[in-house]
């Protein structure tokens, strides 16, 4: 079975201890059962039993701490391969058990990018004794315009400083053990006055002000009153604090595929399920072409998310000076695989229609946990507009390079943690992306979204954006859908290879492609910005799937056989 099951669930990929505690996860939320769940996200209950079972196993000072900080401890590295793991299971069980985790992420990352050894050893222990972290760049007033923060840094005549300011929607702010906080020094100009510095959520000049969203998770307003910050609780200063900033997104957006990943597959179970054993006018509900057409859909695009993120862990585990293709499939997964998150959801809620607002159930705490996860981390036109940076290399100037293996190794991933500057990303290169479509032309949908991006690319040749097109960006995000969809097919291609996956399935994943394409350009085609040429172009990119009965009833089986594959424990 392709999905998650946490009846059957055993990553035999990984090493021995990293199984133990993945196992455990799920056995804990088993074990809690179904209404504790429930009851717990409807009444905001705070997850500190979460918390505590994941301070007693040691979950995240396991997965979280990166070998060189880990005293010798085998089981500690920063594993890309098992963090995705553990994040699908947490947003399997509720999107308020991946975001505790997924702040930690994002507060660890200035701290293990600095060459500040006390702080390292001092986090390194907050960890082992069960904390939390906390990520403090946001503010009320500017987002994550980090060119403009008001947490300013005054110096104290002492070589220290005195921090005052507030931060806004900061995770885990009620409880970090450690929070890495950015600022500026009020004594200096520019990007060198840029701060990152170490804070305590439980130090009386820290004040906490509210959770600013009406969830279980705790989403803080902090502010700083003369906080006191001394030289040994420096990250980064200057443009290395700028840079440590955007690197430290670079790592912990990635995590938002497999949440959504996870949220998807635990809906999907209780959609299936409920919608093949409901009757309806003397027959199940999945008789109904419509039906059996949206779960098809669903399903293929679920797996496609699945197959696409699987790939791009082994793009950044094996990512280094001289290969950071990562940094175009980081914002994919980002934005392309959470919209496709919102979409699996979507099809599957036009079925079970009002059971999915039902208080009992898994499904409406995903329907509307699955909408913040494309808003977060960059919105998904921030990330957008970051796609088409690389459009140029990608499409027209392929580079060689070794082929990437399945990382399932137990490796420290430590070149995430030492990115360098956030810069140049024009420049990168990639491998030749025709290569993996050619590998699979005999698949009839492959084959015609391979017209459609070969199409893509007669575009750009013969009628490119021109001047006042391209600081239009309503313009291009239109162009950046279409290019995402041939990076999008691009590692899934990949990954089916790697896998083994059913030439049916990834037929039908295409043939959703190809509809998607030909949603994309008939956008394009209705832009006021879009030339006559331009125009025409979309029109006549416009396709059909390839249609084949027996291919879809093929896949239509695979999606019956999750009804009552998996249940929760009550």
């Known amino acids: 079975m392709l999905l998650l099951n946490p009846h059957t669930y055993d990553p035999e990929h990984l090493d021995p201890e990293s199984r133990r505690l993945l196992r455990a996860t799920i056995d804990f939320f088993e074990t809690r059962g179904k209404k504790a769940l429930i009851d717990s996200y409807v009444a905001r209950e705070w997850y500190a039993d979460f918390l505590e079972f994941a ?29 995705a793991a553990l994040s ?47 990520f403090g760049l946001s503010e009320r007033s500017h987002g994550a315009d980090i060119y403009a923060t008001d947490m300013v840094l005054t110096p104290d005549g002492s070589g220290g400083f005195r921090a005052n300011g507030t931060k806004y929607y900061i995770g885990n702010g ?42 279980q998770m705790y989403v803080s307003e902090f502010r700083l009153e003369d906080y006191p910050v001394r030289e040994q609780d420096l990250l980064h200063t ?34 299936v399920t409920h919608a093949h054993r409901r009757m309806l006018y003397g027959k199940p509900v999945t008789d109904f072409a419509h039906v059996r057409r949206e779960l098809t859909d669903a399903y293929a695009r679920l797996v ?23 940094l175009l499939f980081n914002p994919m997964t980002k934005m392309k695989v959470t919209t496709e998150g919102e979409k699996v959801i979507d099809l599957m809620w036009d079925v079970i229609a009002a059971k999915g607002f039902e208080t ?51 490796a420290d991933d430590e070149f995430l943690f030492r990115q360098g500057p956030a810069r140049g990303l024009g420049a990168i290169r990639f491998h030749d992306w025709r290569t993996a479509y050619d590998a699979h032309a005999d698949l009839a949908n ?84 879009t030339t006559d040429e331009q125009a025409a172009w979309a029109l006549a990119h416009v396709r059909r ?14 999606v019956v056989a999750l009804c009552g594959a998996y249940e929760m424990h009550p």
Request: glycine share 8%.
């Open 545 to 558: 799937p390839v249609l084949d009965p027996a291919r879809t009833a093929a896949v239509w089986a695979q």
């Open 55 to 83: 301070a007693k196993e040691g979950l995240f000072a396991t997965f979280l701490t990166p070998a060189a900080d880990g005293e010798g401890d085998p089981a500690k590295r920063w594993d890309t391969a098992r963090n």
């Open 304 to 326: 496609a998310m699945k197959l696409f993120s699987d790939r791009a862990v082994d793009y950044f585990r094996s990512a280094g000076p001289d290969d950071r293709r990562y």
């Open 88 to 134: 699908e299971i947490l947003g399997f069980y509720g999107l308020g058990y991946w975001y505790t985790w997924q702040v930690t992420v994002l507060g660890l990352g200035p701290v293990w990018q600095s060459a500040n050894q006390a702080v390292r050893e001092h986090t390194a222990q907050l960890l082992a004794d069960g904390h939390v972290m906390a």
């Open 446 to 529: 492959v084959a015609r979204f391979r017209e459609q991006a070969d199409g893509l690319c007669a575009l750009l040749r013969d009628h490119a954006p021109d001047e006042s097109q391209q600081s239009d960006l309503d313009f291009l995000l239109s162009l950046g859908q279409l290019f995402a969809l041939v990076v999008y097919g691009h590692l899934i291609l990949e990954q089916a290879e790697l896998t083994g996956l059913d030439r049916q399935l990834l037929d039908e994943i295409f043939a959703v492609l190809v509809q998607d394409f030909s949603g994309y350009a008939t956008e394009l085609h209705g832009k006021a910005a």
């Open 238 to 271: 200057g443009k290395a604090a700028f840079d440590a900033a955007l690197n430290t997104v670079n790592v912990g957006k990635f995590n938002l595929c497999t949440a959504a990943i996870g949220i998807c597959e635990h809906a999907m179970y209780e959609a």
């Open 174 to 215: 009620n409880v970090a053990g450690l929070v890495s906080v950015f600022g500026r020094r009020a004594d200096v100009e520019g990007p060198d006055g840029y701060v990152f510095f170490a804070a305590d959520s439980r130090h009386p000049a820290y004040h906490l002000v509210r959770n600013v969203v009406n969830a």
């Open 360 to 410: 009992d159930t898994y499904f409406d705490k995903a329907a509307k946990d699955i909408r913040g996860l494309p808003k977060l981390e960059g919105t998904v036109h921030v990330n957008l507009a970051l796609i088409l940076k690389f459009m140029p290399n990608y499409l027209f100037r392929p580079a060689e390079f070794a082929p990437v293996p399945t990382r399932h190794d137990a």
